[in-house]
């Protein structure tokens, strides 16, 4: 069945470092989306990549979806102590033009020391 | 706007016992998917709904199974319960388009603990 990885599972930065996880999909996707889960929360909607090569930024996040749409990453740019939490990306595939189901990766766990 | 709305918060359970979560999908929304999320781990998809049909399940027993109510409200109902379906069960609605879906909107969950 499909399968979502992301690497690393933990990252511990100085607040002002740079963060990045990375996410990679045994099959291509027609999407992938981006969610963060703070501590005792839910996960909240971030992004959504659509397109081949496709990148979106939201002020100090970067997000990748690659050339194949079987990859992503999400990059921080001088991580701030609000950024704690867990990043998931999730990737679904569409079947004949009905929306597919979102399988979830185990997620990066973000730490910042101030 | 209403968001999704899950009930109850926490809950109980001995091992062998069954239970019924209820959500509330956020206004608008015609697609509810349910995830189990075990402590430090990703959600895992159990299945979605959509127009009161099942629109995919993952790989769960059939002692999982669910609802989708015409006003888009779901349940999710667990029978024999086991210890390790101890976890923190998240509802997730979202609007199905042929192109495409956005974002899903997550419930804030039910923390299940089967003892």
Redesign the interface.
């Known amino acids: ?1 499909q399968q979502v990885m ?1 690497i690393p599972q933990y990252q511990h930065v100085q607040e002002g470092e740079d963060f990045t996880t990375y996410c990679n999909s045994s099959t291509t996707l ?2 992938i ?1 981006w ?1 963060k889960q703070r501590p005792g ?8 990549l ?1 397109k081949s090569g496709e990148v979106k930024k939201q002020k100090r996040l970067t997000f990748q979806f690659g050339e194949a749409k079987k990859n992503s990453s999400l990059h921080i740019t001088a991580t701030q102590t609000t950024d704690v939490g867990t990043y ?1 990306c ?1 990737g ?1 595939r ?1 079947y004949g ?11 990066t766990k973000l730490s910042v020391k101030p | 706007e209403t968001g999704v709305t899950q009930s109850p918060t926490h809950l109980i359970k001995t091992r062998g016992q069954q239970v019924t979560l209820r959500c509330s999908s956020q206004s608008g929304h015609n ?1 509810v ?1 349910w ?1 189990q999320q075990a402590l430090g ?5 159990i299945f ?1 709904y ?1 127009r009161e049909e099942e ?2 399940r ?2 769960f027993p059939p002692r999982f199974s669910g609802l989708q109510f015409p006003n888009y409200s779901s349940e999710l109902n667990v029978n024999a319960l086991e210890l390790d379906d101890s976890a923190l069960y ?1 509802c ?1 609605s ?1 609007l ?3 192109q ?10 039910t923390r299940l603990t089967v003892v």
């Open positions: 069945g992301q027609s999407n989306q969610y929360g839910h996960p909240v909607f971030l992004i959504q659509v998931f999730a679904a569409n033009g009905s929306q597919g189901n979102l399988i979830f990766g185990k997620g | 697609t998917s995830y781990q990703g959600p895992q998809f979605q959509y629109n995919g993952g790989n998240l997730a979202s199905a388009l042929r495409p879906s956005y974002g899903y909107t997550f419930g804030s969950g």
